[in-house]
């Protein structure tokens, strides 16, 4: 879509498709009125007030339901907006759409409705992208931080070190537009306001990993040699009977996958046993391989241990290849045993034992900042605007150093300026959008 072309009428069904006790069909665009004047029995609107009556194809009763009128500007798209809720049946709201569509609308795009909320200046790019973060949240907590962002508080932050670096780019133009009025600012000046910029940067850039964290989640492995317990764990974290359990050595051989949801999504991967034994098979052999590869992708290992045989030859051969990753040494099998396995956590996958406090581990060391303490998440289309930005400032205090001319310095102010203004939505390119959009569903 052109952001500049006038925009027609559009309609969708807004609710999930399926039985429910309300559905909600939402047209947006200058014949949202005309429309359902056309098919509803109650067409007299006045702003703030829902009209109860009948959706009717000529004279042939549709649905009996509430209308809900928005007038433009004052709408969530900006433009007049009419929500018709019906029952919740399939067929109830597809036949309303294809009344609402056969007088004038046309079916919305994914994402239409909030692209046009951003183009109609509603709310801003970064908001714009929280709805769908909102929308595909895989836990409360980071549809609780994606809230924040909606509100607003990316975009305030933003625009702060957008208007400080603006400020600078002014005060550098014009001393170079006007010689003999303006005096170009000393560098000394420059460069401890570009640190400052730069500092702002970091501090935006340095809740990314969280974000990334709660946007994608954790990987968690659980490593260690034949028999110690870790299918056992897996299936106790996971309150499941997921993974095959035996004191046969070598059981699990494929990699096993499970969502946890603490707070953040945790991904917990289960895997075979790594023991360099000769006689093993070549089935176990794969599996071990890709223990080894799931280790590479975790970002936090438990390692599991035999708490009634303690750490062996074995285990420390294991121990080495993850000596480097962030980790905790989890002594099982502690219901075997009356002795304390400092520094190991002890637990019992077969009781249940020390299980909710690994959990709270757990998620304190993959995350440790809670959700209602973090400011605002970023994506990474947001992060590397940010770094773009910082690059650029970076750019200009390394020319400011050397006294470089202003001229060219502003070059790279002006850079910064642009690259912030990609998070906000004040410049950006049809390609951009219509990437950012696909992600929403159809009906947002
Ligand atoms: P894996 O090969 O490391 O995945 O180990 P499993 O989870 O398959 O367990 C191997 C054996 O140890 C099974 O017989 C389990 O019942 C037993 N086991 C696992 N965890 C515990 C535990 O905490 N206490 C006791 N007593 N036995 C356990």
């Not at 009948?54 to 500007?73: H, Q």
């Amino acid at each position: 879509m052109n952001i500049l072309e006038e925009f027609d009428t559009i309609a969708a069904i807004s609710t999930p498709l399926g039985a429910g006790g309300v559905g909600v069909i939402r047209i947006s665009g200058p014949k949202a009125f005309e429309i359902i004047e056309k098919i509803f029995s109650n067409p007299k609107f006045e702003p703030r007030k829902f009209n109860h009556g009948w959706i009717k194809d000529d004279e042939k009763l549709i649905d009996e339901v509430i209308v809900l009128p928005f007038f433009a500007p004052n709408s969530y798209t900006g433009e007049d907006v009419i929500e018709i809720q019906c029952h919740g049946g399939v067929n109830v709201v597809k036949n309303i759409l294809n009344l609402v569509l056969k007088n004038g609308a046309r079916v919305a795009e994914k994402g239409e409705f909030t692209k046009r909320a951003f183009l109609n200046k509603r709310m801003d790019l970064s908001q714009a992208e929280s709805v769908a973060d909102i929308i595909h949240s895989k836990t409360s907590d980071f549809a609780k931080a994606s809230m924040k962002n909606l509100s607003g508080v990316l975009r305030e932050k933003i625009n702060e070190i957008r208007n400080d670096i603006f400020e600078i780019l002014s005060k550098i133009t014009a001393g170079i537009d006007f010689p003999e009025d303006v005096k170009e600012p000393e560098y000394e000046y420059l460069e401890e306001e570009f640190k400052k910029i730069i500092e702002k940067i970091d501090n935006v850039l340095s809740g990314a990993k969280t974000s990334n964290i709660f946007r994608q989640g954790a990987a968690v492995a659980i490593i260690g040699k034949p028999n110690v317990g870790k299918s056992s764990l897996f299936n106790a974290l996971l309150s499941l009977d997921r993974a095959i359990v035996t004191d046969i050595a070598g059981t699990t051989r494929d990699v096993l996958r499970e969502t946890l949801d603490l707070g953040i999504p945790v991904t917990l991967v289960d895997t075979a046993g790594i023991r360099d034994d000769k006689e093993i098979s070549e089935v176990e052999k794969i599996g071990i391989e890709y223990s080894k590869t799931s280790l590479d992708e975790a970002d936090l290992v438990l390692f599991v241990y035999d708490a009634s045989k303690g750490l062996d030859e074995e285990d420390k051969r294991v121990l080495e290849l993850i000596k480097d990753k962030n980790y905790l040494l989890i002594a099982n099998k502690a219901d075997l045993t009356e002795q304390k396995e400092e520094p190991a956590i002890c637990i019992s996958a077969l009781t249940g034992y020390g299980i909710n406090d690994l959990k709270t581990l757990l998620k304190n060391k993959v995350c440790d900042i809670e959700p209602e303490n973090l400011e605002f998440i970023t994506n990474t289309r947001q992060q590397t605007c940010l770094e773009k930005a910082r690059n650029s400032i970076g750019q200009a205090l390394l020319a400011a150093n050397v006294r470089e001319l202003q001229d060219l310095i502003s070059i790279d102010v002006k850079s910064a300026v642009l690259a912030l203004d990609e998070i906000t939505g004040e410049l950006i390119t049809d390609d951009i959008l219509n990437n950012i959009f696909e992600n929403f569903c159809i009906g947002k």
